[in-house]
């Protein structure tokens, strides 16, 4: 596996509101890539790193709370190290909007469960086949894990899936992508350490990080080509981020795991459609 991009985050262990630390713009920025924090009027794909940001302020405490809330962690805004060690995971490039969202709106009564995007988009309901497209000239080869997951996702919904030539056309887009490639979620900076991202219908791209290390199946120190085709498409068909750490939109895989569907994503996606 190649060296983390969040090796920092080893080095703000300890601290909580109120210090002065070193790299503390970093989680900062960390924080605000994946929702939980929000210093600007938008999240602009330019990120500035020399911003001379290091205090550990009240409303990075209150985006550690939630991020710890979300993640099944104790919600003191302290840099614990089981908090480290979570943020230290490779993870979608998603952020984890609705997961706050839901949380937000359930307040005391907070379920685990799966979660939409706001404002449920989905396909519509006159569509029964979705087609996918690989970009040309990747220098991976994502067609038959992509086609294995897709075999999964089409147990439970409506749609068929066919495979197209024609990557301008294709309702879903499957590509690798490194650094800036013209989205919000580029993969430098906070970024880096995301093993993919996705769109919610009906723009339904799928961008892989072509840095990550790309096996099939469960090797050690790679990340499996299938499981994360199972958690983007999940994206690409409606579902946010689940708060049910076995699913597979739950937005954490760690190196050398492979997952499947669980009855949460099911039940997430046969309620969307319903």
Same mark, same amino acid.
């Given at each position: 596996?190649?060296?983390?991009?969040?090796?920092?985050?080893?080095?703000?262990?300890?601290?909580?509101?109120?210090?002065?630390?070193?790299?503390?713009?970093?989680?900062? #920025? !960390?924080?605000?890539?994946?929702? =939980?924090?929000?210093?600007?009027? &938008?999240?602009?794909?330019?990120?500035? @790193?020399?911003? *001379?940001?290091?205090?550990?302020?009240?409303?990075?405490?209150?985006?550690?709370?939630?991020?710890?809330?979300?993640?099944?962690?104790?919600?003191?805004?302290?840099?614990?190290?089981?908090?480290?060690?979570?943020?230290?995971?490779?993870?979608?490039?998603?952020?984890?909007?609705?997961?706050?969202?839901?949380?937000?709106?359930?307040?005391?009564?907070?379920?685990?469960?799966?979660?939409?995007?706001?404002?449920?988009?989905?396909?519509?309901?006159?569509?029964?086949?979705?087609?996918?497209?690989?970009?040309?000239?990747?220098?991976?080869?994502?067609?038959?894990?992509?086609?294995?997951?897709?075999?999964?996702?089409?147990?439970?919904?409506?749609? #068929? !899936?066919?495979?197209?030539?024609? =990557?301008?056309?294709?309702?879903? &887009?499957?590509?690798?992508?490194?650094? @800036?490639?013209? *989205?919000?979620?580029?993969?430098?900076?906070?970024?880096?350490?995301?093993?993919?991202?996705?769109?919610?219908?009906?723009?339904?791209?799928?961008?892989?990080?072509?840095?990550?290390?790309?096996?099939?199946?469960?090797?050690?120190?790679?990340?499996?080509?299938?499981?994360?085709?199972?958690?983007?498409?999940?994206?690409?068909?409606?579902?946010?981020?689940?708060?049910?750490?076995?699913?597979?939109?739950?937005?954490?895989?760690?190196?050398?795991?492979?997952?499947?569907?669980?009855?949460?994503?099911?039940?997430?996606?046969?309620?969307?459609?319903?």
């Amino acid at each position: 596996m190649k060296n983390s991009p969040l090796i920092y985050l080893k080095n703000l262990q300890g601290y909580r509101k109120g210090d002065q630390v070193n790299d503390i713009k970093y989680l900062k #920025k !960390y924080l605000e890539r994946f929702g =939980y924090l929000s210093y600007h009027d &938008k999240f602009s794909s330019s990120i500035n @790193y020399d911003d *001379d940001d290091d205090l550990f302020d009240e409303k990075l405490e209150s985006a550690i709370k939630t991020f710890q809330t979300n993640f099944n962690l104790s919600p003191t805004g302290f840099l614990d190290s089981e908090t480290i060690t979570m943020m230290s995971r490779p993870r979608c490039g998603v952020p984890d909007h609705g997961m706050i969202r839901s949380r937000m709106n359930n307040n005391s009564q907070f379920h685990s469960r799966y979660v939409f995007f706001a404002g449920n988009p989905k396909w519509p309901s006159n569509k029964t086949i979705l087609t996918y497209a690989f970009k040309p000239g990747d220098p991976i080869d994502a067609s038959e894990p992509i086609s294995r997951a897709l075999i999964e996702w089409s147990k439970y919904t409506r749609f #068929k !899936y066919e495979k197209i030539n024609d =990557y301008a056309t294709a309702d879903i &887009k499957i590509g690798f992508y490194s650094g @800036y490639h013209g *989205d919000n979620g580029p993969f430098v900076g906070p970024g880096a350490g995301a093993y993919a991202h996705a769109f919610a219908p009906t723009y339904g791209q799928i961008h892989y990080n072509v840095n990550q290390t790309w096996v099939n199946g469960a090797v050690k120190g790679g990340v499996d080509l299938m499981t994360v085709g199972l958690h983007e498409l999940g994206h690409v068909l409606g579902l946010d981020h689940s708060k049910v750490e076995t699913a597979i939109m739950w937005p954490y895989i760690g190196a050398g795991e492979t997952k499947g569907l669980t009855a949460d994503d099911i039940q997430g996606i046969q309620a969307l459609y319903a």
